[in-house]
């Protein structure tokens, strides 16, 4: 654990960027606030590692498993034509994994994801149907 890390404090670190949705067995789930791909979220794993070869082949395989529902719940709930990812971790070295849902004919289609566009936030109501939505698909799985 880091105590800077946002995904290991959450609290204010994290409401800067997301809302958790929940956890599972080896990572957390939030919506990034910044809504220009409709259902864009992190999935960050629990132990505070920078890469991916930081965990054992056990570890890394039930951690992409986990990342695999969240898409599969991304494509249900809001059938995108495409959901991009986006493992970074050049300033927050804590793995996880930016599932963006991509749209055709809409923004960034057939390019790269910005990291915050800072284009489109939502209400609180309109965050909880998004998170309510994708817990609905997450629980059929």
Avoid at 27 to 54: C, P, T, W
Avoid at 76 to 105: E, I, R, S, W
Wanted: aromatic share 12%; with cysteine; glycine share 8%.
């Amino acid at each position: 654990m880091d105590n800077n890390c946002a995904y290991c404090m959450e609290g204010e670190l994290v409401a800067k960027f997301g809302i958790k949705i929940c956890e599972l067995e080896n990572s957390k789930v939030y919506l990034f606030k910044e809504q220009s791909h409709k259902g864009r979220v992190i999935v960050a794993h629990k132990k505070h590692v920078g890469d991916m070869n930081e965990l054992t082949a056990e570890e890394r395989g039930a951690y992409f498993e986990e990342v695999a529902m969240v898409a599969r719940a991304l494509m249900a709930a809001f059938k995108p034509n495409k959901v991009n990812y986006g493992a970074y971790g050049d300033t927050g070295h804590h793995l996880h994994f930016h599932l963006v849902p991509k749209y055709a004919d809409e923004y960034e289609w057939g390019g790269v994801f910005a990291m915050n566009p800072d284009r489109v936030y939502l209400s609180e109501d309109e965050y909880a149907q998004l998170i309510d939505a994708i817990k609905k698909e997450m629980d059929r799985e």
